[in-house]
């Protein structure tokens, strides 16, 4: 596969990515004890399960940059997000995993415990972002699913699972939606290709995110449009 990028490609998904983690920072810094207890619209996760999720996607890439490199890249961005992560055992798989880090017997309890999960979220994209700014962005990495990814590309997965999640947290919270523009940019471009958006639609970048993820539901007006332009990667609405 092609793995080259030009620098400014690059260099606006790093940005998105410093700047919807930044902005789920100053969400969680604001979190009570009864705040992590919610439901969210991702069951049987509550707030403090879907945090640590997201808290461990943020992180993955720094410690997958101190593995061996593979060869050569087989997936993308698109690819990753293909049916096989989605099986009803991958899927219990990833539920569970949240759960058991969301509960870690060291973790402070009462209110402690909303100071810890907003410091554990920072400490972890922070740790990649570290990481990416010393690498190329064609540096080949394995994903925990055994997929070879340029670090670019599965970058861009990261923006995905934190500008996503961000809009289901937003949600169990009662806040409203904060996703960034700069990620709502890179999250869209991967749905669509980076085609602009038929005409008769009207949505802007953040309501095409939450569209086409099943997080805002389409009229059939807007099924009928869709269907007949379609974009390339319209099966990526897992909630996971």
Known sequence: MDTAYPDGETAAV????RAECATLDTLLATLTESDLARPTPCPPWVVRDLIAHVRTGAGR???MIDGVAPPRAEVDAAGYFGPAKFTPQVDADRV???R????DPAAPAGSA??????AAFAAAWRATDAAVRTQPADRVVRTRHGDPMTVHEFLVTRVVEVGVHGLDLAVALR????????AARVIADLFTGGRPVPDGLGWDRPTLVR???GRAPLTPAEQRIITAHPWP????TARR
Do not use: G, M, Y
């Not at 806040?175 to 700069?182: G, I, K």
């Not at 990667?233 to 990526?236: C, N, Y």
């Open 61 to 63: 890439l720094a410690d």
């Open 113 to 118: 415990e909303a100071v810890a999960v907003a």
């Open 233 to 236: 990667h319209l099966s990526l």
């Open 96 to 98: 569970e995993s949240a």
């Open 175 to 182: 806040r409203d939606p904060w996703l960034t523009p700069a």
């Open 100 to 103: 058991r880090a969301a509960r």
């Open 211 to 213: 569209k086409i993820t």
């Open 14 to 17: 790093r940005a998105a990515f």
